[in-house]
């Protein structure tokens, strides 16, 4: 009975912490929306209650500001990020982890000992090559950089242990190459790491800021993070605008996690469909 009642106690004080702690991470998010319900004046004065300037809030944002050009260059640029980091890196992890050769744990040593390498060394090389290629201002640009990331072959390697290799080898015993067993019978066994890996590459893109102001040089370029960035820093910042731009550019990043949140789960502790 008193191992009952110690046990009631605990629980009540888990849910408890829970509650309190879910209510401070949702409460920036929440004063986001409340926000792009008002106006600059009610968000400086701290109006903390819903307002009727939604409406005229959109229509700034996608008529005069334009953040729909914004959210489609955003969208294209972590389209391709993403299905690009898929495909390079994970066959990258895939011939580290599946092949044996002399030198394959010192170069992947090496692959990880670059990781060390802050970005900020590498922003004038990496500008200097992207002006050689004239693609200066130009979303694939972006989209090169950003999806050549040793940290996603470490991801992908460390799930790909658990994989039976007597799958692959009974594949190779039936006359199936490599790319065929790598498309038809690796991809879809290990569907949670590709979702979790997937969301992660998305929301560093969505949400890339420093490579991308240095690039993108012209209004018609620029993201929605930079588009952001600008009205902030304006003169005369008109906050319900930048409050509704934050809202809009935060939705498909929740959209997206809460789409395939099983995954991402299943995928960050290394589950493989057997």
């Known amino acids: 009975m008193k191992k009952t009642k110690k046990t009631s106690f605990t629980m009540i004080f888990v849910y408890i912490f829970l509650t309190i702690s879910a209510i401070f991470s949702i409460s920036p998010f929440l004063w986001i929306i409340i926000g792009s319900t008002n106006d600059a004046h009610a968000i ?30 955003s969208a294209r640029i972590a389209f391709f990020t993403v299905l690009l980091t898929l495909t390079t890196t994970s066959m990258a992890a895939y011939g580290f982890q599946m092949y044996k050769t002399r030198h394959k744990e010192n170069t992947y040593s090496f692959f990880l000992l670059t990781m060390m390498v802050p970005f900020a060394s590498l922003m004038i090389p990496l500008f200097q090559i992207i002006v050689l290629l004239r693609m200066l201002n130009s979303l694939s640009a972006i989209i090169l950089v950003t999806s050549a990331s040793v940290f996603m072959i470490f991801f992908f390697r460390q799930s790909f242990m658990n994989y039976p290799t007597e799958i692959l080898q009974a594949a190779r015993v039936d006359g199936a190459n490599e790319f065929r067993i790598f498309v ?17 590459s998305f929301m560093n893109s ?13 209004n018609d370029k620029r993201t929605a993070t930079l588009l952001i960035s600008s009205l902030s820093s304006a003169y005369n910042p008109d906050y319900g605008v930048i409050m509704t731009g934050i809202a809009v550019a935060t939705l498909p990043v929740i959209i997206v996690f809460f789409a395939f949140q099983k995954q991402f789960v299943q995928g960050m502790v290394g589950s493989v469909k057997q």
């Open 44 to 73: 400086v004065t701290g109006k903390l209650t819903f307002g009727n300037q939604l409406a005229t809030n959109f229509k700034n944002l996608f008529g005069s500001v334009n953040m729909g050009i914004a959210l489609g260059n």
């Open 206 to 218: 969505w949400n890339a800021y420093i490579w991308p102001l240095i690039v993108l040089q012209t």
């Open 184 to 200: 038809t019978i690796f991809i879809p066994s290990m569907k949670s790491t590709y979702a979790a890996a997937a969301i992660y």
